[in-house]
T-cell receptor, first 114, second 109 residues
Framework: DGGITQSPKYLFRKEGQNVTLSCEQN?????MYWYRQDPGQGLRLIYY???????QKGDIAEGYSVSREKKESFPLTVTSAQKNPTAFYLC?????????????FGPGTRLTVT | EDQVTQSPEALRLQEGESSSLNCSYT??????LFWYRQDPGKGPEFLFT???AGEEKEKERLKATLTKKESFLHITAPKPEDSATYLC??????????FGEGTQLTVNP
């Protein structure tokens, strides 16, 4: 089955530790995205990538880092510099074909930092 | 800057009571308006894409419509399983989407 996988589903970390969230897709999509969702709020874009070895900051990139070494993978690292990292993190992907714009989402990772 | 506003924030319906959700938007050069459904603790599920004013899409009890300033998601004779948060997003230039904060729909049996 084609889709997007995120792991783990739940993640717990101590304050001051870096943590990496995994995102893999087998949809052959060129573009991948990371969003953060807080209770009662919409999705806010952290980083996105349209091609391997290239990525752009979204609206809330501070305290996060990403890499795109393979088309299928787009891991997100939440660093100790992120002041309020506890949130629900969503990964998405999309094709870049003209006229097709929808993004498909993974199941999410809920990160709790104490 | 692209902006999306959804209303109401929350909507409670009785089973079979039809209603509509609103998504107002401002975008420079609309290249798509998207509706998603999100269940608690899960990733959003894609529902519809609308590209131009006057376009309509249907899926079971849901129908999405688009004008130059807003989109409506009409829910006809809803069932309890339609309870979810419905998200609207727009795409302007580039590949990124701008999301609204969602409408939380509850359908009581």
């Amino acid at each position: 089955d084609g889709g997007i996988t995120q792991s783990p589903k739940y993640l717990f970390r101590k304050e001051g530790q870096n943590v990496t969230l995994s995102c893999e897709q087998n949809l052959n999509h060129d573009a991948m995205y990371w969003y953060r969702q807080d209770p009662g709020q919409g999705l806010r874009l952290i980083y996105y990538s349209q091609i391997v070895n290239d990525f752009q900051k979204g609206d809330i990139a501070e305290g996060y880092s990403v890499s795109r070494e393979k088309k299928e993978s787009f891991p997100l690292t939440v660093t100790s510099a992120q002041k309020n990292p506890t949130a629900f993190y969503l990964c998405a992907s999309s094709t870049l074909l003209a006229g097709v714009g929808e993004q498909y989402f993974g199941p999410g990772t809920r990160l709790t930092v104490t | 800057e692209d902006q999306v506003t959804q209303s109401p924030e929350a909507l409670r319906l009785q089973e079979g009571e039809s209603s509509s959700l609103n998504c107002s938007y401002t975008v420079s050069g609309l290249r798509g308006l998207f509706w998603y459904r999100q269940d608690p603790g899960k990733g959003p599920e894609f529902l519809f894409t609308l590209y131009s004013a006057g376009e309509e899409k249907e899926k079971e009890r849901l129908k999405a419509t688009l004008t130059k300033k807003e989109s409506f998601l009409h829910i006809t004779a809803p069932k309890p399983e339609d309870s979810a948060t419905y998200l609207c997003a727009v795409r302007g230039s580039g590949s990124r989407l701008t999301f609204g904060e969602g409408t939380q729909l509850t359908v009581n049996p």
